[in-house]
Each structure stands twice: as structure tokens, then as C-alpha cells.
């Protein structure tokens, strides 16, 4: 296991961004969490297997329909553990 820090900028948010996220990490059994930030980004913490975490991460660079996903960052920080996946609304 681990965890990963995503950012993805572009236009991410007012578009389900953060839902869809969630819903993908449901489907790969990931738990952590996603939210907006001030900058028109979205910042995702997520824990799980290396293969379930590139999934996501191959799904950051599209997201849903009506996003445009300009660049994905990603980093390992050291291990979080979470009970689900949750959105952080401010």
C-alpha cells in the first residue's frame, strides 16, 4: 500500500470533478479523499495498491466529460490511512 498526492489543474472544477473521482475510487477500492482548491485545481490524496493508483492517475488525465485536464501531478507522500473516499467541501 500507499499513498499518492494528485493535482490536476485545467478545468476540473464545475464539472463533477470531485464526484466522479470518487466514484472511480469506489471502483478500484481506493479510500483517501479529493477537493477543490483556490487555485481552480483539484488535489487528491489516495491510498492504495501501485496498480490501482496508476488506474487512477491514468483516469486524472481525462476525468469526466465536460473537463479539461491540462496537467497531472503526482508524488508519493508517506502512508495515510482513511476509512473511504471523501469529498472535502470547504
Known amino acids: 500500500m500507499q499513498t ?5 489543474t485545467g478545468k476540473v472544477q464545475g464539472v463533477f470533478f470531485r464526484q466522479s473521482a470518487q466514484d472511480r475510487a469506489y471502483d478500484l477500492n481506493i479510500k483517501g ?4 482548491c483556490d ?6 490524496i489516495a491510498t492504495g495498491s501501485k496498480e490501482q493508483l496508476d488506474e487512477l492517475i491514468s483516469w486524472c488525465g481525462q476525468g469526466p466529460p465536460g473537463a479539461r485536464v491540462i496537467n497531472v501531478t503526482a508524488q508519493e507522500v ?3 490511512q ?3 473516499f471523501s469529498i472535502i467541501r470547504h
Not at 4 to 8: D, L, Q, S
Not at 33 to 36: C, K, P, Q, S
Open 4 to 8: 499518492m498526492w494528485i493535482k490536476v
Open 33 to 36: 479523499t479529493v477537493r477543490n
Open 39 to 44: 487555485d481552480d485545481s483539484v488535489e487528491i
Open 78 to 80: 508517506s502512508l495515510q
Open 82 to 84: 482513511f476509512n473511504n
